[in-house]
């Protein structure tokens, strides 16, 4: 187990990716007394996520972003929703919003809705605390009975748009 968790770091590196998310799985499996299988096989996981996400992102992603959205892809967001943040980015980093999708499919939202609904909310100007502040209301208002799917609707109709001003024609 030890060589394949390195053979994974070592090609993580080899192709310009981060190592961390590679070596801390490793090692959360480790400290969890996990069989040498199921952590080569977690480990694989996170490399081609990864991966995944390098391509849907593009070269110039941060190694936040590709550990953010390997986390998402691994939550079960699409990679074409991460093709949408990166072309709709703006010059922002998509880190937050790839952290909130993926949090807003673990608390039970829908995977499809969780990223439609922050592509637009990212495309019309929400900022970072934004999403943030939506991850965290969506979080109370499930805890509080609603079904996910709809306290991210209601939420999400209270986050304010801002748009860029549009360009007037000289």
């Known amino acids: 187990t030890r060589h394949v968790v390195q053979s994974y770091v070592d090609s993580a590196r080899a192709e310009g990716l981060p190592d ?33 996400a390098r391509a849907s992102l593009g070269d110039q992603a941060t190694a936040d972003e590709l550990t953010a959205g390997a986390s998402a892809l691994q939550a079960g967001i699409p990679a074409s929703a991460l093709v949408d943040l990166h072309q709709a980015r703006r010059g922002k980093s998509v880190m937050v919003p790839l952290v909130v999708m993926a ?5 039970g939202v829908p995977r499809d809705a969780a990223s439609r609904a922050i ?3 990212w495309t019309q100007g929400a900022g970072e605390a934004d999403l943030m502040g939506l991850s965290q209301s969506v979080g109370q208002d499930i805890l509080s009975g609603a079904a996910p799917a709809d306290a991210l609707l209601s939420r999400a109709r ?3 748009i801002r ?3 549009a360009k007037v024609p000289e």
């Open 20 to 52: 961390e998310p590679v070596i801390s799985q490793a090692q959360l499996g480790v400290a969890r007394h996990a069989a040498g299988p199921l952590i080569a096989s977690v480990v694989r996981k996170v490399f081609l996520s990864l991966r995944v």
């Open 103 to 107: 949090d807003l499919v673990s608390r």
């Open 163 to 165: 748009l860029p001003p």
């Open 119 to 121: 592509l637009q909310l």
């Open 158 to 160: 209270k986050v304010p």
